[in-house]
């Protein structure tokens, strides 16, 4: 798609103890992705200011970056790409901008040629036009990027084919242009569930080459919700920063309308994200196999060392912004954790199952326990299951496998037998916990509740950041953000019956 064509147109895991309450948070936290990047062409300054935190290059289906930041992105790290849009893209307009701009490295080929709506171009035709583009890229040092595809409900038509196939238009162009110079391979996207566009990526892997995901967002379904776009967008970005064949990505797009799809990443206001754009250049799941958590701690499910099979989604768990999903028959998930004595130790598991399964607990690959789980009642209906190990001090992989999946997890907890807590975990009567990501103020909403309330935020070395006192009938506490770094934080919400924890994005 293109916005000519619209009137838009180290992995940290932390046990805070106090008392014998135990906290954790996932690992996520702002950096500043290589990969990551935005398909917009209305950036502000402030908007370059604003998304630069969490992304690195953007692209305007243009062959030069809109006038108000032409002068001042490279202030931000962002690294502007051309393209040639559709058969008569401006050559002399990119050699203008490739000379003025000596550090500029890359060259985007044809935006979705196979589309008539769009570049509107035949395999032969694509093939034809890509000598001019090898010399631009000879003339000045560069890699090319493409041609763009995606499935096409308006695809052109050559020697009786319509290709609306994606695959079959790379084939047809690389048949006719064997020698082509194409150094990344590029696809468009709008599935709406992570395991559809890993699928999706994986059959582009035939071509044995880096792949440029230049535009995606959910916008398949007749009905799409933020919710939809946010666990699209968790669940993208942890295959897409872990996938190796993925070279570079962005999402599509900016805009400012607040509508349906909900893919918006600005506020009509001039610098200032969406929700949703603040979950884009904050959340980085990180999985590192050299780390590991210390018991006593609570494992988030999405910060494995390992895997094999699932994504990540966002959860509606009372806890927690993202649970592991999409697990089938055969998929694991493993921890490594650290036991400081060896001993029998208490295991809970957070998880919603869609039907009757079981899970398997095996230690360095060894099966030590086997736990059936009975249907809690759909795909986000939470309950907690509990089970007793041992385990021996040292250093171990704890892996969670199933034969037959049908469940979601959103968080694993170790602690030794015998030491319960003292205050459960629950979500507080009537509670609601807005906006999240958060960007001057947090609102909690918690029904009735009588006493003292305390609100804590901790950083994700578990240092106290701020802490505030509610006394009193408490039903909306206000908790101030505007002075907060942008970054992950855990909330706490304590009165005298009970505890809960939400990880916060800002």
């Known amino acids: 798609m293109s916005y000519f064509l619209k009137t838009y147109s180290s992995r940290t895991i932390f046990s805070l103890l106090l008392g014998l309450i135990i906290f954790s948070v996932p690992?996520?936290?702002?950096?500043?992705?290589?990969?990551?990047?935005?398909?917009?062409?209305?950036?502000?300054?402030?908007?370059?200011?604003?998304?630069?935190?969490?992304?690195?290059w953007w692209y305007n289906w243009y062959y030069q970056p809109e006038s108000t930041v032409a002068g001042v992105y490279p202030n931000y790290g962002m690294d502007f790409v051309p393209m040639a849009w559709g058969k008569s893209f401006n050559e002399a307009g990119l050699r203008a901008f490739y000379a003025s701009h000596p550090d500029a490295r890359y060259l985007l080929g044809f935006n979705e040629p196979n589309f008539m709506s769009q570049a509107n171009l035949k395999p032969s035709e694509t093939a034809a036009l890509w000598p001019k583009l090898e010399k631009i890229a000879k003339d000045y040092g560069l890699k090319i990027v493409g041609p763009a595809v995606n499935y096409s409900g308006d695809g052109v038509t050559e020697n009786g084919v319509t290709y609306s196939n994606p695959i079959a238009y790379l084939d047809a162009f690389f048949a006719a242009c064997p020698n082509c110079q194409v150094d990344y391979i590029a696809v468009h996207n709008y599935m709406c569930y992570s395991g559809a566009l890993t699928d999706y990526i994986n059959q582009f892997k035939k071509y044995n080459k880096p792949i440029w995901l230049t535009e995606f967002a959910c916008w398949d379904q007749a009905t799409i919700t933020s919710d939809m776009q946010k666990s699209l967008m968790m669940g993208a970005i942890d295959f897409l920063e872990n996938e190796p064949v993925i070279y570079r990505y962005s999402w599509f797009t900016g805009n400012r309308s607040g509508n349906a799809p909900y893919i918006d990443l600005f506020e009509p206001q001039s610098g200032k994200l969406t929700e949703l754009g603040q979950l884009y250049i904050n959340f980085n799941p990180i999985h590192d196999p050299n780390t590991y958590s210390v018991i006593p701690a609570r494992l988030e499910a999405e910060s494995y060392s390992s895997m094999s099979g699932i994504a990540i989604e966002a959860t509606k768990d009372v806890s927690g912004i993202a649970n592991v999903g999409w697990i089938d028959a055969n998929d694991w998930l493993e921890y490594n954790i650290d036991v400081p004595a060896s001993g029998n130790y208490s295991v809970s598991f957070r998880i919603s199952a869609n039907a009757t399964t079981s899970l398997e607990l095996r230690e360095n690959n060894a099966t030590i326990q086997t736990l059936q789980v009975a249907a809690t009642g759909g795909w986000q209906s939470w309950e907690t299951l509990h089970t007793n190990i041992p385990l021996i001090a040292g250093k171990h992989k704890l892996r969670i496998y199933t034969s037959k999946g049908m469940f979601n997890l959103n968080w694993l907890e170790l602690t030794p037998s015998g030491q319960p807590t003292q205050i459960h975990q629950h979500g507080l009567p009537g509670q609601r916990i807005y906006p999240n990501p958060v960007k001057d103020k947090l609102v909690i909403e918690a029904g009735n509740s009588l006493g003292k309330t305390e609100v804590s935020i901790f950083d994700l070395s578990g240092r106290t950041i701020a802490t505030q006192i509610f006394s009193g009938e408490t039903t909306r506490m206000e908790i101030d953000f505007s002075n907060f770094k942008s970054g992950s934080y855990l909330v706490r919400i304590k009165n005298s019956e009970n505890f809960f924890n939400q990880l916060i994005v800002k």
Do not use: L, N
């Open 27 to 56: 690992a996520f936290s702002q950096v500043k992705s290589k990969k990551r990047g935005i398909a917009y062409g209305y950036h502000s300054e402030a908007d370059m200011a604003a998304i630069s935190r969490g992304t690195s």
